[in-house]
Structures are given as C-alpha cells and as structure tokens.
C-alpha cells in the first residue's frame, strides 16, 4: 500500500446519520419515508489499474470477476462433457479416453458444473452484481473481505486446475468423492489428485463464506431508506436464501473434507472400514463410510437448492419484466423460497435410499422430499399465472425463461419418482437419475442464467446483446438439451447404468446404442452452439446496439442509477428513496406502464396501486 | 449501545415483526461488523456440530473399546493419578479470560483506553496459557503413543477424533490469540479513539471492535464448554 492510500479514500462525503426516532416530515405527507438510519457508507475508491480492475474493492467488477472465472471453469466442464459423450456414443473412437480418464472427465465435469460454475456464478456473480444495486446500497458491506473472497475462489479454481497435471490425474472417485474407493489405489487421482480436490473444495468453502456473510449482512442491514424485505425483487430473495443456505449446508462439506484429507494423509480412520487393496489388508479399520454420506449430502441437497433458489428469483423478475405484469403472488413466492430452503435440510438422505441405512429412514425423507413439492409447485403456477393474459415480449430473454418453466416442471416431476423408495431402488444409479438431475439443476437454472445476462448485459456494458443470434443460441440450447436429456430417461427404463465407461457387451444394452449415438451428436451440437452466445457478447461489446437507460422499462433500482453502466459507489451523491415495490407493471390509471420503485406516490396520483 | 433513541422501538414479538417489516435495516442498531460476527458465528457452530455429531456417531458404533476419558487425560499429582486436572485447569483459565474479555468491552465503550488494552492483554495471556496447557497435553499424549491413526488404550478414532477436533479448537483459539494482541496494541496505541484508518481494509477503527473480538472470543469459550463436555465427561 503506497502513500497515496489514503488519499483515494472517500470522495463520497458521508452524510450524517440520523437516528431512528428522529421524525422529519410530517406523517401526513404522502411522500414521506423514515429518515437514514445509517451514516452513508466509507468506500475506498482505486485509482490504478490494479486497485480498479484486479484488486478491486467495488461489487460490481468483483462480480464480473466471479462471472468471468466460473464461465471459463463452465466452458472446461462443457469440453470434459463432450469427451464424456464421445466415449459413451462412439466407444473407442477416441484413442486417449480410457477408462480411467473417463472417470476422472465425469468427476471433474460434475464438481466443476455444480461447485465452480453454478454455485460460484449465481451467489458470486449475480449477487456481488445484483444484491447492491437491487436493494440501494452503495456497495457490499465489506468491500475488503469481498475482493479478498474472489481471490480465495481464483486460487480454489487454480488448484482445482493444477490436479490435472499432477501425476496420476485428477481425481476420478466421482463428483461424490465417497470412500472408501475415492482414496484407494485402484481409482484414478487416488494419489495428488484427490487431495487438490479436497484443498480446493476447503478454499472455495473458506472464501465462499467471506462472501456469503457479506451478501447477508449488505441485505439484511444496508438497505436504503424505504426498502423493506417486502419490497425487494424475488432475485434478492432468492439470492438471499441461497446464501444462508449455503452459510449452513457448506460447513457439513468443509468438515467432511478435513475428515477426509486426514484420511488420505494420515491415515486416520473416520470413513475407511477393515479394507483389503490388491490382496493386502491396509492399516484401516473401523470407519463408517455412510457417516460420509449423511455429511456430503447434508451438504449436497442444500446445494441443489443453492443453485435453485437465485434461479427461481431472477426468473421471477424477468418473466414480470418481459411480460408487463406483476408477479402474482409476491409473498406468497417469498414464503415458498424460504419455505424450500428450510425444508431442503431435512431431505438430504433420499440421495442414500440405496447405502444399507434404516428403511425407516427412507419412509422419512421421501415423506419431507414429497412436501417440498408443494412450495415449488407453487411457484410454478405463479410463473404461469404471471404470464397469464400479460403483454409478453417475445425478447431472447422471454425465451430462456418460458424454457426454464419447460425444463424445471420436467425435472421437477422426475424428481417426484426418485423422491418415492420403492421407484427409486430400481431406478437409483441408471440415466434416469442423470436425466433427472440434468433437466432440473443443469438446464433449468443454465436457460436463467443466459435469460439473465441477456437481460443485464445492457446494464453492465451499456450496449444491448443482438437479439437475433440470441435466438438462435436459445433453440439451439433448448431444443438441443431436449434431444440429449429426454432419451436419457428412456435410458434408465431400460436400466442402462450410469457412469460406466462402456455396456456393449451386455446383450440387453444393445438398444440403447442408436440413442447414445444421437445423444452424443446432440451433444456435440449444443456445445458448439455456446459458442454463438460467446460470439455475441464479444461482438455486441463492440458493436451492439446502445441500450441507453433502462432498456426493458423495468422497476427495479438497479436501472435508476445516474450512470448506466453504474460507478463506483453506484448512486452518485444521493441515494434513491424508495416508495412501492419492483412490480408496478400497467397499474391502472398510471401513464406509463411502469412506475420506478423510486417514483414517490405524489407524481402518480391517480394510479391505484396496491400499497406495499 | 448509548443510542436511547432504540428504547422507544416496540419489544417482544411485536418488536421482531416491526423489525422484519421495516425499511433499511433487521437489527436495529446492530452495527454491520457486529452482525456479521454473529452470522459467522452461526455458521461455526455448524462445523463444531457436525464435528462432534461425527464423533458421536462413531464413538456409538466403532466395534473396538472406547478408552476410559478419566484415565487416559489423568495427571500425576504427588503421586497420585488426579482425572482431569489439566483440563479443569486449562477450561478455568479459557473461561477466565472469557471474564476479561467482557470487561474490555466494557471499559473501551467507556473510552478507558488504558485498562481495556490492559484487559484485552490480559484476556490473550489467557489465550495463550491454554495453547500452551493443551501443547502439553498433546506431547503427553503422543509421548504415551497416541497418534491420529492408533492409540494404545483402545479404538484408533479416539485419537484421531482427540486431536482433530482439539486441534480444530486450538486453532480457533490461537487465532483469537494473534488477533487480541493486535487488538492490543492497537488500543494502547489510540486507534479506536482516533477512528485511525485500517491498513488493509482503510475503514475508521471504533471500539465496537473489541465487542465483536468479545462474540468471537466467548463463542471460542463455550465451544470448549461442548468439547469438554462430550470428550472428556463422557
């Protein structure tokens, strides 16, 4: 740190804070709102190159940052996907595809989509964007600990990348890690590779935490005056609920993790039973590998939901955008995200129907996975009925959330099967489950997030993506996805069995044959069709159409800043007073067909809005 | 903390609701570091708990014989094996600075620079007294052939549980140990009287720092509480 630290502080004056009781303004007034309870917040603002674009303390650049490096770990998923495919479709055409890299492609493709890319992309990308701006706080609370927890990501991601090029590989024991096979000889990577796995997974749980709490904490207390819970956009809900989830469910991964590197390393006992390993007995003894399971899975369904949740938020948002409505059922859609949160702790065993635990166990949570149904159904018919007799704008955006309700209701009824024991035991462990999981966290939430930079990439950049390419890039996706996942459940009737590196000398899976062939060259089609939205972005950073402000007429106030694409401290020398809710679409009586959440009720006098 | 503006707000449930249902901020008054403490704290406590659920859980089914808490941590006073005395040592002492603790807190809000820096290194000797009891209790340990992966008295997940689950505690404590002697020195040298300006994060210092030191500190305390509970009672 030089010494002109200290000058670039601060070129926000903060305003005095005012306490809570300290009545300004008459009550009468139409427009009046609670002074700030908060002094305006102390931002440190960087100068250089560095202070501005890599060790960046603004939410925004850290966000994009997030969004840049879980692409790029996305697109390396994407690729070990596509060899995946390959083997599966055509055994044996590719020469280096053995079984053991295949199994080190299915680990690394699973733990990258879902750790690296998704959940990094929804809460590190989306939130450090979204939740300041959405909720009219000038940045994250912590802006230091915030920049600090992207670069714990970018070291988990490098040492997650190192482990293949370490002898032996990267880890091939599955995206579940279960030992005791994970640290046996006989799995690939059972040697460096599992153990960058497991260091990596601890730096992303460290620096996902530093982030976390400051996603909580910026929403719970730096909201700007006249934000309450009940006024923010379903994306911050969303957003919000997934952080606390993830808060709670990580520290189960964090600790099964150290369990499991003192395992490897030491040769501690904790999961690993009596073993024997190429006819000799190793110095294990008396581990329970099923207290592995019920530790990952404590972590892994909140998981699913931590991916799920920030989906089912933006879509929200976007769908009330692009079809001029409001979203029906506001609250209602608040109760079901936190009713699905708090009930996504208490369905992790349906993932071990098949490990040997109590049947009771089994009775127990299929009863809890079937009422989680309920909320989520919920929110589908409010997605339907947001739509219903709205003014839809065809937009690219509109597309991607039309196919989310299209994928999320498929995998959401799969996963009504898996939920149920006795449906489940037949199919656990076949395409079917692939397919389901695929459609319901893979696909689902991917159609949102591409929905959703098409929606904020004019806010980001200033220049509107080209809507053209974007729709052939969504029936390219969706129509493509539809041919790879739908044959899969097929797949798994038949009983084709996941993660086998080949079946063609099981007479029965002969069938299955021409469909894997197809898949894979669906597969294959999809994948490179990504590369049309990557072509699109860089084209449209250059020579898109200006968006100016507030391309799409929304409410929320991340499109009422003074600067589009928004500055540091994102509110220039005010900040915005907020008086109604984001969802303000064709309220009657109303001159434009949206009110701004800042538009104060007295310059919309004879629109009757709903108070909120 | 001094704010009496906070005393007219509705209490009880009515008082939450209000709270939820108001703009701006949950908790009124709460100062941003302060809840994030709390939130972090919680998160913790579910590493602690999933740590010693573990440890339950395969104390309950480990087929080997559990060894007996009250030999195995005993210590030879004139002769005489004494169970658990280090240990009822080590946890007066961690509770103790607990005591100290509060009351830095106590005298920074009353701008008593000099006692609460006194206090704050008061409560870190404390700290660092049991490291240094539980450093003792670790060689002991190992010198009578306790290692992570066996243990001459019975099942080899007593050891490996012992020495990760202290050690997981041990690190927390001497985390809070480093961060009070900074902490420390800090006070002494006026920083929070000053609002001198954080060397890495550029914030204003306030006392309400040694409040969150304190969460942290008494949340390290009571997490032994559990560990002492569960190791070394059961």
Known sequence: MSDDFYKNKTSIEAQPSRTISDSSGSVSDIDYVKPAEVSDQDLY???SFITKWIFCQDAKVIGIQYTLTAVFTGIIGLILSWLMRLQLGFPELVPFITAEHYYQFVTMHGMIMVVYFLTALFLGGFGNYLIPLMTGARDMVFPYVNMVSYWMFFVAVLVLMASFFVPGGPTGSGWTLYPPQAILEGTPGSGAGIILMLVSLALFVVGFTMGGLNYVITILQARTRGMTLMRMPLTVWGIFTATVLALLAFPALFVSVIMMSLDRILGTSFFMPTILQAGEILEYGGGSPVLFQHLFWFFGHPEVYIVALPAFGIVSDLISVHSR????????????IVAIGALSFFVWAHHMYVSGMNPWFGFFFATTTLIIAVPTALKVYNWVLTLWRGNIRMTTVMLFCLGFIVTFVNGGITGIFLGNVIVDIPLSDTYFVVAHFHMVMGIAPLMVIFGAIYHWFPLVTGRLLDEKL???????????????????????????????FEMYDSPYIT???????????????????QFIFIFNIVKSLRMGKPAGKNPWKANSLEWQTPNVPPAHGNWGDKLPVVYRWPYDFNVPGAKEDYIPQTTPPSEVLEAKVEKT | MSDHTLDKLPGGFKGMATDMGSDQTVFKGVNWGKAMMWIFLLSDTFIFSCFLISYMKVRASVVDEWPYPSEVFALNFMGVPVPLLLIAIMTFVLITSSGTMALAVKYGYERNRKM?????????????TFVGMQAFEWSKLIHEGVRPWTNPFGAPQFGSFFFMITGFHGTHVSIGVIFLFIFARKTFRGDFDAGKRGFFTSMKSDYVA???????????????????????LW
Request: hydrophobic share 55%; glycine share 12%.
């Open chain 1, 45 to 47: 603002h960087g100068h």
């Open chain 1, 325 to 336: 409505k409001n979203i029906f059922g506001y609250r209602m859609m608040v109760w079901a």
């Open chain 1, 470 to 500: 974007g729709k052939w890039h969504f029936w390219f996706s969706f129509l493509g996805a539809y041919s790879i996942y739908f044959p899969m459940h097929y797949l798994g009737f038949i009983g084709v069995p996941r993660r086998y």
């Open chain 1, 511 to 529: 069938s299955a044959v021409g469909l894997n062939q197809s898949i894979t060259i669906a597969a294959l089609i999809v994948g490179l069709s």
């Open chain 2, 116 to 128: 609460c820096g006194w206090l704050i290194l008061a409560t870190a000797l404390g700290g660092l």
């Open chain 2, 210 to 232: 040694i409040e969150i030191m304190g969460l942290y500190w008494h949340f390290v305390d009571l997490v032994w509480v559990f560990i002492f509970a569960f190791f070394y």
